[in-house]
Structures are given as structure tokens and as C-alpha cells.
T-cell receptor, first 109, second 115 residues
Framework: GQNIDQPTEMTATEGAIVQINCTYQ??????LFWYQQHAGEAPTFLSY????GLEEKGRFSSFLSRSKGYSYLLLKELQMKDSASYLC??????????FGAGTRLFVKA | DAGITQSPRHKVTETGTPVTLRCHQT?????MYWYRQDPGHGLRLIHY???????DKGEVSDGYSVSRSKTEDFLLTLESATSSQTSVYFC??????????????FGPGTRLTVL
């Protein structure tokens, strides 16, 4: 079967660092995506990893370990506007992608 | 932002009625997708298209059909709506140029309620 697990909710403080974990078990793997989705809005692309290691993009970084079926999204210098759901998604082959249920992040002052 | 629109944005209908949702893109992307998003389930693929008249089923395709007669339009039809199809429906597009790293761009969503 295909499975992507993420924590349902997390809370962090403005200015802090938060790490959102994602574990996956899929029949194929062609890359892992992170999307951000604000309440009532469409998901938007944040990052893509296909090789092991860390990809950094401004305040956001994403890490992948293919042998462990594990990824995390690291958000630094948290801002109130980072309050959103973060979706982990795996491309399982061709142009098919499966999504986790998402982690809702609350940033408090 | 990718040029992708969905219509209608909100719809309330009754059980047993047919419903058609429209997705329109101006990016000339090859791939188009329909997802539904429900609490606790995340985004689940209903159908996708890899070209005009070329479509395939996703993981939750029962009760849904699609058509793509033009590159820019992808229609999702609920032949006879049921309450279990109450959901938020997202259309997505991707260029189709790099399997595996093809980023998807999402439309604003359609909130469908079936009474």
C-alpha cells in the first residue's frame, strides 16, 4: 500500500524554528514535494527533493533520506503568516503524486 | 501564479442530481488533475489527463467522470451526486516535461455541498 504520515497539528512561537516530519511508504519514489496551504486557499509549491540531503531556500529548508523513507521541512524565523497547513507529497512514478493529510501549523505571538 | 481557474467556486446541490465542475488553464500545460480534499485524508486524486481526450483514473474515481476536449479545459462530472461527494475539489496542472519533478499548480478550489 501507499502511505504518507505527518503530524496532524503543531504549535510554535513567532521567531522560533519548527521542524515538520514526514514518513512515507510507497510503491515507487521519484521525488518528494512540500506544499503550503493557507486556510481556504489552494496549495502552493514550496520545495522538491529527489536526492538525499538538505535543500535550502530562504527561511525554508527540506531534507530527504530515501533509505529511511523520511523527510522534514524546517521553517526558521517563524512569522505569523507561516500559520498554514504543510503537505508532504511523493511522486510514485510518471506523473502520479500522492499527498499526506497535512500538518496544520499554528504560530503564536 | 499559474493561470488556472475553476467554476463554480461554490455549489450546493441535491442528492441524485448531475454536477459538472470546470477547470480552465491558460498555461498550455499538458497534464491536468482533479483532486478532492477532505479532513483527515488530504488531497486524493480522482482523475487526471495527459492530453486532449487522454484521461486515466486516480485512486477515488468511482462516481466521477472527466472529459478533456481542449488543452485548456478539464471537466469533472458527478453523474448522480451523493452526500459522500461533499468536498472541496481542486484542479491542478503541470507542464508534463519532467516526470518525477513535475510541480503541480493548483486552482482556487470548488466547495461542493450535496444535501
Amino acid at each position: 500500500g501507499q502511505n504518507i504520515d505527518q503530524p496532524t497539528e503543531m504549535t510554535a512561537t513567532e521567531g522560533a524554528i519548527v521542524q515538520i516530519n514526514c514518513t512515507y511508504q510507497t510503491s515507487g519514489f521519484n521525488g518528494l514535494f512540500w506544499y503550503q496551504q493557507h486556510a481556504g486557499e489552494a496549495p502552493t509549491f514550496l520545495s522538491y527533493n529527489v536526492l538525499d540531503g538538505l535543500e535550502e531556500k530562504g527561511r525554508f529548508s527540506s531534507f530527504l533520506s530515501r533509505s529511511k523513507g523520511y523527510s522534514y521541512l524546517l521553517l526558521k524565523e517563524l512569522q505569523m503568516k507561516d500559520s498554514a497547513s504543510y503537505l508532504c507529497a511523493v511522486n510514485t512514478g510518471g506523473f502520479k503524486t500522492i499527498f499526506g493529510a497535512g500538518t496544520r501549523l499554528f504560530v503564536k505571538a | 501564479d499559474a493561470g488556472i481557474t475553476q467554476s463554480p467556486r461554490h455549489k450546493v446541490t441535491e442528492t441524485g442530481t448531475p454536477v459538472t465542475l470546470r477547470c480552465h488553464q491558460t498555461e498550455n500545460h499538458r497534464y491536468m488533475y482533479w483532486y478532492r480534499q477532505d479532513p483527515g485524508h488530504g488531497l486524493r486524486l480522482i482523475h487526471y489527463s495527459y492530453g486532449v481526450k487522454d484521461t486515466d483514473k486516480g485512486e477515488v474515481s468511482d462516481g466521477y467522470s472527466v472529459s478533456r476536449s481542449k488543452t485548456e479545459d478539464f471537466l469533472l462530472t458527478l453523474e448522480s451526486a451523493t452526500s459522500s461527494q461533499t468536498s472541496v475539489y481542486f484542479c491542478a496542472i503541470s507542464p508534463g516535461t519532467a516526470a518525477g519533478r513535475d510541480t503541480q499548480y493548483f486552482g482556487p478550489g470548488t466547495r461542493l455541498t450535496v444535501l
